[in-house]
């Protein structure tokens, strides 16, 4: 778990980089910076319980922590939408940083072919809202890293990639 909140700030920070908007990228680097913390945080509890053993109290702390952690990491993919969605600048010739980018395009051309859908299907009311019965939810970017197959194979043991692999190499 803590590895892969690394995985997802490392991910935050390259999109804060590339983000047109300002205030989005602001708003991307406090979740990141947050998700960090949280991480770092649930690494050092994990430590002490491995050494400490069975103790109901940090165990609750550490079932606490990762509670934080997976809200954090909502809270980044949700800011990470809102970047793709104000738009990215070209990112270098960072092989992490264009598969970051290609990530974010292939999600943000599955928003924008569902939206054209709904566009279609209009399941509209009278004043024009629309309907929630039946209604397709739009795809996020967590529905998208839930789709990936696991690559456990490829996991470093280590929060930092190894020559090779990548920040998107990891299931999250």
């Known amino acids: 778990m803590v590895s892969d909140g690394q995985v997802v700030v490392k991910f935050g920070n390259i999109l804060?980089?590339?983000?047109?908007?300002?205030?989005?990228?602001?708003?991307?680097?406090?979740?990141t910076e947050h998700t960090q913390s949280i991480s770092s945080q649930l690494g050092i509890v994990a430590r002490v319980k491995a050494v400490t053993?069975?103790?109901?109290?940090?165990?609750?702390?550490?079932?606490?922590?990762?509670?934080?952690?997976?809200?954090?990491?909502?809270?980044?993919?949700?800011?990470?939408?809102?970047?793709?969605v104000k738009g990215l600048g070209?990112?270098?010739?960072?092989?992490?940083?264009?598969?970051v980018a290609a990530f974010c395009q292939q999600w943000r051309k599955n928003l924008t072919q569902h939206r054209a859908k709904e566009a279609l299907n209009s399941d509209r009311d009278e004043?024009?809202?629309?309907?929630?019965?039946?209604?397709?939810?739009?795809?996020?970017?967590m529905s998208l890293?839930?789709?990936?197959?696991?690559?456990?194979?490829?996991?470093p043991k280590h929060p930092n990639p190894r020559k090779g692999h990548t920040v998107m190499d990891r299931h999250l």
Request: proline share 7%.
């Open 16 to 31: 804060a980089k590339h983000c047109l908007d300002q205030r989005c990228s602001m708003e991307l680097l406090r979740a």
């Open 53 to 84: 053993g069975e103790s109901r109290a940090c165990s609750e702390l550490l079932l606490s922590n990762v509670q934080n952690l997976i809200q954090a990491v909502q809270h980044v993919l949700r800011a990470a939408e809102a970047a793709c």
């Open 90 to 99: 070209q990112p270098p010739a960072d092989p992490e940083e264009e598969e």
């Open 145 to 155: 890293v839930q789709e990936q197959p696991p690559r456990s194979r490829n996991i």
């Open 127 to 141: 004043l024009g809202l629309r309907k929630t019965r039946g209604a397709k939810a739009e795809p996020t970017l």
